[in-house]
């Protein structure tokens, strides 16, 4: 929720790992949820959830960074609403777009999806990104690279069920029982 970007980074080798970066960039069109400026060697973008940034959820200059595992959803919401900008390829991830909003099978070269990616809470100002039980980024990730000792956003083991998960949360729900969950949806109502 920075007015101007959500991570910075100028000739370094940045590490970014399961982050939210959301509500950034709204000094203006330079700024983005994360930008990466002539790194120093291949940064690397996983399992992040970059969401509803004014502008590109990831802008990149120079050595292209690994983007893997991420979720890229609602930023630029104006124009071209394009999610990534200068060097990028993200893989395993999902990737908003306008023109296949609901591609829920993997594109065969990239592995990426652009369907909606159910957060829990729809209402954007509760700053809540955690997945829905039916959520399509549930065990769809790249488990490459990933330390055992890892963890998700919330401090809960980042591997669940084999496979991680796509974004910053790692879903675990064994039972999402409670009383007020009057709907049988997981989220008290």
Known sequence: DNSQNGVSTVASTP?????AVFRNGIAGNS????SVMQPAGTALIRNNTIVYNANEGINAFGLAPTMRNCILWGNKDYGDHKQLRGHRTAT???VSDPNNPSQTTPDPNSHNISCDPQFAYADI???NFHLLPTSPCIDRGNNTGIAAEEMDMDGAARIDNAVVDIGADEV???DVYHVKDLDGDGLVG
């Open 172 to 174: 675990d729900c064994t």
């Open 15 to 19: 590490l970014i790992l399961n982050s």
């Open 125 to 127: 100002a509760l700053n």
């Open 31 to 34: 700024y983005y949820g994360i």
């Open 92 to 94: 395993y991830s999902l």
